[in-house]
Nanobody, 122 residues
Framework: QLQASGGGLVQAGASLRLSCAAS????????MGWFRQAPGKEREFVAS????????DYADSVKGRFTISRDNAKGTLYLQMNSLKPEDTAVYYC?????????????????WGRGTLVTVSS
């Protein structure tokens, strides 16, 4: 139901755009989020966007560098990542909530896609 793509190996300072295609059932009326998990670490919140796309929330570590957006007509979620740092290296997951507002907590999200690996070299 969710499929993330766009990861890859880049150098520090580069940009990447992640995409997440969702089925109508998982996308409609639901907030969406991006999370990431680095090796040996717990999954952490990155960004969230509400159903209408007018409210967003970011982790402090990515604020000002990452931008979350969504195209409801296409059923696609995006994460534009600029000025990437080695500490951004992780598997990135997209997730769909069961409600409209943004959320930082994993248990708010019902549907999870397979992750896409982002590796940032120094």
């Amino acid at each position: 139901q969710l499929q993330a793509s766009g990861g890859g190996l880049v150098q520090a300072g580069a940009s990447l755009r992640l995409s997440c295609a969702a089925s109508r059932r998982t996308f409609s009326n639901n907030a969406m989020g991006w999370f990431r998990q680095a090796p040996g670490k717990e999954r952490e919140f990155v960004a969230s966007i509400n159903w209408r796309g007018v409210s967003t929330d970011y982790a402090d570590s990515v604020k000002g560098r990452f931008t979350i957006s969504r195209d409801n007509a296409k059923g696609t979620l995006y994460l534009q990542m600029n000025s990437l740092k080695p500490e951004d290296t992780a598997v990135y997951y997209c997730a769909a909530s069961l409600s409209s507002p943004t959320s930082r907590t994993t248990n708010t999200y019902r549907y999870w896609g397979r992750g896409t690996l982002v590796t940032v070299s120094s």
